[in-house]
């Protein structure tokens, strides 16, 4: 078998290993957004456990991406292939972390004004289909939804901005117990935004790894 052979294998394997974490992540985000509608421990520990498996993950792919640039010797392309699923891979790791943070947070979610929870849901619905997105962009290597990609992350960003105002209000017209869901509401709803600007960072590595560049180009 050539050198060139193994690499194709190994790039091979390394965008599959990619995508499937990238499914758990999208897992994650079920979970989430399942504990958003009904909060219950046991949708809480299953989170948990994929969110230590994402991150056992995310260090042997690290790991793998580091053998192929130091054993392979890939071409530009391929280098950029590397380069770009790593950094994806760091940032599928920081997605989880950033749902995994707020837990604590959304565990009284049910006590919330209906049309806080309605928008939060939908907020969160958003950024779960911008996930899935991304990582159809990436196993295509497709650029042509990357519009309709860019258009959704800046969906999350209106909901963000509705929502948080919203909240802030509620939170100034509150007391007690019900003042502190709300404020704790306003990190879940940053939290959620963060993860949207991840998952741009996402979409500019696919950039990147098809077209040399993480620019990408905004909506008209």
Do not use: W
């Not at 456990?49 to 392309?77: A, G, H, M, R």
């Not at 699923?85 to 920081?94: G, T």
């Not at 709300?182 to 940053?190: G, M, N, P, S, V």
């Amino acid at each position: 078998m050539t050198t060139r052979t193994t690499l194709r294998r190994d790039l091979a394997d390394l965008k599959q290993k990619v995508y499937l974490l990238g499914e758990k992540c999208i897992e994650v985000s079920d979970l989430y957004n399942s504990l958003l509608e009904n909060f219950s421990n046991n949708l809480n520990e299953n989170l948990t456990t994929v969110y230590s498996e994402i991150k056992k993950e995310s260090k042997q792919l690290n790991d793998q991406c580091f053998l192929v640039l130091t054993l392979q010797q890939p071409l530009i392309k391929d280098l950029r292939f590397v380069i770009g699923s790593l950094q994806i891979v760091l940032n599928l790791e920081k997605i989880s972390e950033q749902y995994y943070s707020t837990l604590s947070l959304i565990t009284d979610i049910n006590l919330l004004e209906n049309n806080i929870k309605e928008n939060l849901l939908k907020m969160a619905n958003k950024v779960q289909e911008l996930l899935k997105s991304a990582l159809t962009l990436y196993l295509s290597s497709n650029l042509s939804t990357l519009q309709e990609s860019l258009k959704a992350s800046s969906e999350v960003g209106f909901l963000h901005d509705l929502l948080y105002k919203e909240t802030l209000k509620c939170v100034a017209q509150e007391s007690g117990q019900k003042a502190q869901i709300e404020a704790q509401t306003l990190a879940a709803i940053r939290s959620l935004e963060k993860i949207s600007d991840i998952i741009s960072n996402i979409l500019e590595q696919v950039n990147y790894i098809i077209i040399g560049r993480t620019e990408t180009t905004s909506q008209s």
